[in-house]
């Protein structure tokens, strides 16, 4: 069974640094991009990139390049999501998910992590 | 930059059919998939490659497109349909991800 879990809800303050993680099992982690997906209390989705294990290439939105950084880590299947220096405006629910990917673009989340929310306050 | 068009909200009597549109100036070509996500909850895909649907998901639940319009639609709908639902595609130029705005099926 493919399963996506995440880790749990954060409270930072603005400038702090953080870094959450998505482990994955059940599959051949470095066979299938991952991506993370934001959520904004009361809002739609968002993408906001996503990461291929196997080499590490990574696709970020225009609207998050320059704002977090993807990672991976191999030997335990786990994709990270790091913000140097937060914004109260990064106040969300974060998901990750497994991209289904194929040479004919069709392309999409076939699996979800639970999700971490991320609380940014002074 | 190119986007999808969803309503807002949708609403439906049980027993009846729902349809939820995706509007797009490419999504005749595009592949579209669907997702749902009640409250509290992760989304979950129903509906990908346009018409198909993942095992678990039941028949009620169908997808379609027509010139630049793709459809989610949801036969003999329960209270327990009640949730947001998402169009998404794929774009190529460059590779990225497009989620519509979201839908509220509200269940009368």
């Known amino acids: 069974e493919v399963q996506l879990v995440q880790s749990g809800a954060e409270v930072k303050k603005p400038g702090e640094s953080l870094k959450i993680s998505c482990r994955t099992s059940?599959?051949?982690?470095?066979?299938?991009?991952i991506g993370w997906v934001r959520q904004m209390p009361g809002k739609g989705l968002e993408w906001m990139g996503i990461?291929?294990?196997?080499?590490?290439?990574?696709k970020y939105s225009p609207s998050f390049q320059g704002q977090v950084t993807m990672s991976v880590d191999r030997s335990t299947g786990t994709t990270y999501l790091h913000w140097s220096s937060l914004k109260a405006s990064d106040s969300a629910m974060y998901y990750c998910?497994?991209?289904?990917?194929?040479?004919?673009?069709?392309?999409?989340?076939?699996?979800w992590g639970q999700g971490t929310l991320v609380t940014v306050s002074s | 930059s190119y986007g999808l068009t969803q309503p807002p909200s949708v609403s439906v009597a049980p027993g009846k059919t729902a349809s939820i549109t995706c509007g797009g100036n490419?999504?005749?070509?595009?592949?579209v998939h669907w997702y749902q996500q009640k409250p509290g909850q992760a989304p979950v895909v129903v509906i990908y490659?346009?018409?198909d649907r993942p095992s678990g998901i039941p028949e009620r639940f169908s997808g379609s497109t027509s010139g630049n319009t793709a459809t989610l639609t949801i036969s003999r709908v329960e209270a327990g349909d009640e949730a947001d639902y998402y169009c998404?595609?794929?774009?190529?130029?460059?590779?990225?991800?497009?989620f519509g705005g979201g839908t509220k099926l509200t269940v009368l």
């Open positions: 490419h999504i005749g070509s595009q592949s």
């Open positions: 998910a497994r991209l289904t990917y194929s040479d004919s673009d069709v392309n999409f989340f076939d699996s």
């Open positions: 059940g599959y051949i982690f470095s066979s299938f991009w």
């Open positions: 490659n346009e018409r």
């Open positions: 998404q595609v794929w774009d190529s130029s460059p590779d990225h991800v497009i």
């Open positions: 990461i291929y294990p196997g080499d590490s290439d990574t």
